[in-house]
């Protein structure tokens, strides 16, 4: 797959109507094969920023320059639609984009084997846990096999242990499909685990603190996240929050 | 890849083991120790050799449970059965012992009587079959009504659905239909449609549409936000937006209005009949007529014919709408 795609936010800034000043000057790219974690307390306008490299939200000033047309979209929860099954729910994107539906079939199927759920087809969602639900909702994604991935705190809602097997799982997917992808979250440790780059966001209105690489090579292990130089990245980036607080 | 929230095996290997308490060895505690610390995998295992006295305890538990829930169905029928029997007791009282000969007559004839005079009664003109065949024709009138009110309030809700000045100029038409009575149009709707059947369905129509179109509309903006922020991710049109996620995730609420609407095609169709005399006799013509010539057994058994009337309609709706949302909608069907 071709991986000449690239995120780039020059000066992005966002105040909205009723003057609630959310992103200031937010300038940062994302080269094609990174995956880039944003972290920051809540309201420092992360997920505003998704939205607004999605095109859900419009910008109020600076420039953002992503690919509209191969986004995958993971939201804060599953999103699925209660009255479809797993399959169905999969099919969703495939049926906006008039997808044929034997290809489309093919595509869902596929997809929900990568992301563990085969089997589960014909479940509905309030059959799922909330983790499955949540692969459902990668898989939903991965059908239409987006260049970049936007991941909008997928996993906060859900526990410690499910979280860091999704936290592998998605790894694996990184590495196989080969997207540049966005992810924020609330967790250090899942932002260190995951990303190239970890960027840190500065409480309202969000600025931009720090970019810190996290040199670690993929594949990597679970076992990472023991490991003191995993533990000394996570003090570096929980330091420049500190010090953006003080 | 497989996650361990599997809810079907925790449940089912508890019940196997406590059915038959098992005769293990007390010593079997350590084995089962050993079979939790293994995780979930080995669930089966120690649900096996729970020792005897916890297994026991479970089944007493269990048994309890199971009384309970015996006793709770037996009060379904039981309870409603009972207050029935009271029901008969009190009518036999006021017709035997506050009533002298003519008022039992003319008033309230004792509940055999009902039976004799009109349930049991199999006849061209009386008892049970003109009634039969009244609320044939108040039933079909009640259906056809019906059908046009869900089909016409769906069509209104998606319109109103579509602009918000859409329904800004509709919704206060929709309230004067409903809150207008029925008796005040009904010489209008002489005029308009005529005396006969197309006025019975006009008047169960303006019953039952402001149902459906109020809990339809409901139902088309409940559709939430984050869901709609899919659809627009991927630049859907309205219409597939409409019939992809506004209309399925409407229909508990449409169903909610469906049975509404049911109810009030009935009564709709029953005073039709009394306004709307021509053509084939309705239930509600056929209870005027026995009120005027004091048939009083067959007036009761055509009251009571209407009611279960209706009734079934009910349980109809309820039926189809737990049958086509169970599946994905917790609270569908939940109170038929």
Redesign the interface.
């Known amino acids: 797959m071709s991986t000449d795609v690239s995120l780039t936010f020059s000066d992005v800034s966002m105040i909205f109507p009723d003057g609630t000043h959310a992103l200031d000057q937010i300038t940062f790219t994302v080269d094609p094969g990174e995956f880039v974690a944003l972290v920051g307390p809540s309201g420092c306008g992360k997920s505003t920023l998704l939205r607004i490299a999605?095109?859900?939200t419009e910008h109020t000033g600076g420039v953002c320059d992503v690919p509209r047309d191969s986004?995958g979209?993971v939201?804060?929860?599953a999103?699925l639609?209660?009255?479809?099954t797993v399959q169905r729910n999969v099919e969703?994107?495939g049926?906006?984009?008039n997808m044929a539906k034997a290809e489309r079939a093919t595509r869902a199927s596929d997809a929900i084997e990568l992301?563990?759920l085969a089997g589960h087809e014909d479940k509905?969602?309030?059959?799922l846990?909330g983790?499955?639900q949540m692969r459902a909702s990668v898989a939903r994604s991965l059908v239409m096999e987006p260049k970049v991935f936007l991941f909008d705190e997928p996993f906060g809602a859900l526990d410690e242990i499910?979280r860091e097997?999704l936290n592998d799982?998605l790894l694996s997917l990184f590495r196989t499909k080969e997207f540049a992808g966005v992810f924020v979250t609330h967790s250090i440790a899942e932002a260190v685990f995951l990303s190239t780059r970890v960027i840190t966001m500065s409480a309202r209105p969000g600025r931009i603190i720090s970019d810190i690489a996290i040199p670690f090579d993929y594949p990597r292990n679970p076992e990472l996240r023991y490991e003191p130089e995993f533990a000394e990245l996570c003090g570096d980036v929980s330091n420049s929050l500190k010090v953006a607080h003080a | 890849?497989?996650?361990t929230?599997d809810?079907s095996i925790e449940p089912s290997s508890a019940r196997t083991s406590s059915a038959e308490p098992s005769s293990a060895e007390p010593s079997s505690i350590e084995t089962s120790a050993v079979g939790a610390a293994r995780g979930s995998a080995g669930v089966d295992d120690a649900a096996n050799e729970v020792p005897s006295e916890v297994a026991a305890r479970t089944a007493e538990m269990r048994q309890v449970l199971d009384r309970k829930r015996a006793r709770d169905a037996r009060l379904n029928w039981l309870a409603p059965l009972i207050t029935f029997g009271l029901i008969i007791g009190v009518w036999y009282f006021i017709s035997y012992v506050r009533m002298d000969e003519v008022r039992r007559r003319t008033a309230l004839p004792p509940p055999h009587q009902v039976l004799t005079d009109g349930f049991l009664v199999w006849h061209d003109r009386k008892g049970i079959r003109p009634i039969l065949e009244s609320l044939l024709v108040t039933g079909r009138v009640a259906l056809i009504g019906l059908a046009i009110s869900v089909v016409l309030g769906i069509v209104v809700a998606i319109v109103m659905n579509t602009a918000k000045w859409a329904e800004k100029s509709i919704f206060p038409y929709a309230v004067v239909l409903q809150v207008t009575p029925i008796l005040a149009l009904v010489p209008l709707l002489r005029n308009w449609f005529g005396f006969g059947i197309a006025s019975r369905v006009v008047v169960c129509v303006l019953i039952a549409i402001f149902p459906v179109i109020t809990n339809t509309l409901f139902g088309l903006q409940s559709a939430?936000q984050?869901?709609h922020?899919?659809?627009?991710?991927?630049g859907?049109s309205s219409l597939?937006r409409l019939t992809?996620?506004e209309l399925?995730?409407a229909?508990p609420a449409i169903f909610t209005g469906l049975r509404i609407a049911a109810g009030g095609c009935v009564i709709g169709a029953v005073v039709g009949d009394f306004f709307f005399r021509q053509g084939a006799i309705g239930v509600g013509r056929l209870l005027d007529n026995y009120q005027k010539d004091t048939r009083i057994p067959e007036l009761i058994t055509a009251t009571i014919c209407a009611c279960i009337f209706g009734i079934v309609i009910f349980a109809f709706v309820g039926w189809l709408s737990n049958r086509m949302l169970r599946?994905?909608?917790?609270s569908a069907g939940a109170d038929t």
Do not use: C, N
């Open positions: 999605s095109g859900l986004i979209y939201f804060q929860d999103t639609l209660p009255w479809r969703l994107l049926e906006f984009h992301v563990g509905f969602p309030k059959q846990s983790g499955m499910t097997r799982e | 890849m497989t996650e929230v809810r939430q984050r869901h922020d899919l659809f627009a991710l991927h859907v597939t992809k996620l399925p995730g229909m599946s994905w909608h917790d």
